[in-house]
């Protein structure tokens, strides 16, 4: 029964460490279309879901929150967001960006080390060999 006892009390405080070293942002911004989302982060998960409501949603789930300093604007051409790593404490961090946007938004995304997943596209989408800095084209089929 003691060894029960140390078990719960080690994944309780294992349970609590995880709370306290991972935050998640949510940032709305009301707008109208056709609109722009600019990011630009590095060493983050980064997915893209489209959605109907005139609302861009973004949900950011930090890892050591203390590692990442997030800025965020708006104005009336579209939304800005840039994320960075500190200098020291940022290699200990890791990010997860969910964007929900609207269908008609233009993106913008510079990333850095970055892995992205989208939702809901139609299109093609081209990917250069890789480079120093790719660009990538999605060109919507028009039915």
């Known amino acids: 029964m003691q060894n029960l006892n140390t078990l719960w009390q080690v994944v309780n405080a294992a349970s609590q460490v995880k709370d306290i070293a991972q935050k998640v942002k949510s940032y709305q911004f009301g707008v109208r279309e056709p609109t722009t989302l600019y990011l630009h982060t ?36 579209g939304v800005y967001i840039a994320s960075k790593r500190r200098a020291v404490v940022g ?14 938004t233009y993106l913008v995304l510079k990333l850095d080390a970055c892995s992205l997943e989208m939702d809901n596209i139609n299109g093609t989408i081209e990917i250069p060999p890789l480079e120093e800095v790719t660009t990538l084209t999605l060109t919507e089929i028009k039915k």
Do not use: C, H, M
């Open 91 to 104: 290699g200990l961090s890791s990010a997860t960006f969910e964007l929900y946007v609207p269908r008609e």
């Open 42 to 77: 590095d060493n983050s998960i980064v997915r893209v879901i489209r959605w109907s409501r005139p609302l861009i949603e973004v949900k950011v789930t930090l890892q050591a929150s203390f590692g990442w300093r997030i800025a965020t604007d708006q104005d009336d051409a």
